[in-house]
């Protein structure tokens, strides 16, 4: 039988295991609901293939009713072209304005190179989401000759210098070296084949294959409700 020292005691430390347990719920609840650079969004496609783009960068508000998704390599010429000339219309008619939020998802097409790039661009969404969009267009930015392996750690480190203050770069320097997410890539590469996707850039607006370079054919599959 207990005494009332031992029940006093007791009730004190399952009060602070249920208190515990709640800060941990609230916790988890808070970071899966309310990061701004985390989302639960899915699209499913015309071959009723459903692709989840939970930990997939993204631009926009995260309650826009448009879901715009750019299957890309960074080291693919078309995939530049689309960075060049229609990226920037979507970003200022439709992500600016609330219609739309804008998904970059890799699917690495192009060989070792495209996967060092590949890996930089995790390593900095994964420690600096803030700043992902913005070593994304620099590194699109000094895109060369596809036949040339212009990838290279120097250039990874320069652009990730431009787009991030106080970046550790032993840290960044050691995860290009070390293929940190290269598993994690390649993963993601058989998820999208899966689904049907298998060349770049692919563009997806509200689960419909749309031509990247025809802001028209882009805009006729908006939901405009």
């Not at 900095?124 to 590194?139: G, V």
């Amino acid at each position: 039988m207990l005494t009332n020292k031992k029940k006093v005691l007791y009730i004190t430390l399952l009060s602070m295991c249920i208190l515990i347990v709640s800060s941990f719920s609230i916790f988890f609840f808070y970071h899966d609901h309310n990061n701004k650079y985390v989302s639960n969004d899915k699209i499913k496609l015309s071959n009723g293939k459903i692709f989840n783009l939970v930990d997939q960068p993204f631009l926009g508000k995260k309650d826009a009713k448009n879901i715009i998704v750019e299957f890309s390599d960074y080291r693919c010429p078309w995939c530049g072209k689309f960075q060049k000339d229609m990226y920037p219309l979507i970003k200022q008619r439709l992500v600016k304005t609330g219609k739309a939020k804008f998904y970059y998802v890799n699917l690495t097409v192009l060989g070792p190179n495209s996967y060092k790039a590949a890996n930089a661009a995790a390593y900095i969404y994964k420690h600096y989401p803030e700043h992902f969009f913005k070593f994304h267009d620099i590194l699109f930015s000094y895109q060369k000759n596809e036949k040339k392996n212009w990838v290279t750690d120097k250039l990874l480190l320069n652009v990730a210098k431009k787009s991030i203050p106080n970046l550790n770069e032993n840290k960044f320097i050691g995860s290009i070296k070390n293929k940190e997410y290269m598993n994690q890539i390649k993963s993601l590469d058989s998820k999208i084949t899966k689904i049907g996707i298998r060349v770049t850039p692919t563009l997806i607006v509200n689960g419909k294959v749309s031509n990247p370079f025809e802001y028209k054919s882009i805009q006729n599959k908006l939901i405009t409700e």
